[in-house]
């Protein structure tokens, strides 16, 4: 199943700039996007996320772009900080969706040297 | 600030085996979840529950899985008979509303043996 694909696997980023993770959907369905974090060990964290009436959401450090005549989203983190260091999924639903399933992307590893 | 929690953190079990994973959901929200992650592989939808019944399910959630609310807490899910390919991480999750964030606990890690 490849209806959302990261296929950065990893992203090293100094601390400070800006980090950028990208994520691809083929789904025309979904219509609510989502970005999570997750370190070993624990649960996936729930950042930010955006509905389709929007291109851009913007929360703190964290913003996601959303490109939907290409499928694309982005998730915008700046200052990066050593913190940040984790992996982070995408994930997305369709109101067509009585059960509000979740697709995830395969995640992007992120690392934020100091 | 609220969280949802689930235990055992680790369950190890002989094949054949049945097994209980337990989740108490965070206290106002109505929609509830379960996902696994096998090892290396994405996080994969087996189930959402709302108002007492099963509102969608994926093609894993076979007839040897189940999932209950057997109080105003809790919610479960049960393996009837494990296979060795059940092994996985099991997350539970809990939203407000339907098309609201859903907020993931940290997981069982479920070993068949």
């Known amino acids: 199943d490849q209806q959302v694909k990261q296929n950065s696997p990893s992203l090293s980023v100094q601390e400070g700039r800006i980090s950028i993770l990208n994520c691809d959907y083929t789904n025309s369905m979904f219509d609510y996007f989502l970005w999570y974090k997750k370190y070993p060990a624990e649960g996936p964290t729930f950042l930010i996320s955006i509905s389709s009436i929007k291109d851009k959401n913007e929360d703190g450090r964290f913003t996601v772009f959303l490109n939907k005549s290409a499928k694309h989203l982005s998730l915008h983190i700046v200052p990066s900080q050593p913190g940040d260091s984790a992996v982070y999924f995408c994930a997305a639903s369709g109101s067509n969706n009585a059960g509000n399933m979740l697709t995830f992307g395969g995640g992007t590893r992120l690392m934020v040297k100091p | 600030e609220p969280e949802v929690t689930q235990t055992p953190s680790h369950q190890v079990t002989q094949m054949g085996q049945e097994v209980i994973l337990r989740c108490v959901p965070i206290?106002?929200?109505?929609?509830f979840y379960w996902y696994r992650q096998i090892l290396g592989q994405k996080v994969e939808f087996l189930v959402s529950f709302y108002n007492n019944e099963i509102s969608e399910k994926s093609e894993i959630f076979d007839d040897q899985f189940s999932v209950e609310r057997p109080d105003g807490s809790n919610f479960t899910l049960k393996i009837r008979s494990t296979k060795l390919e059940d092994s996985a991480m099991y997350f539970c999750a809990s939203s407000l509303w339907g098309n609201q964030p859903q907020h993931f606990g940290d997981g069982t890690r479920l070993s068949i043996l």
């Open positions: 206290s106002n929200h109505l929609y």
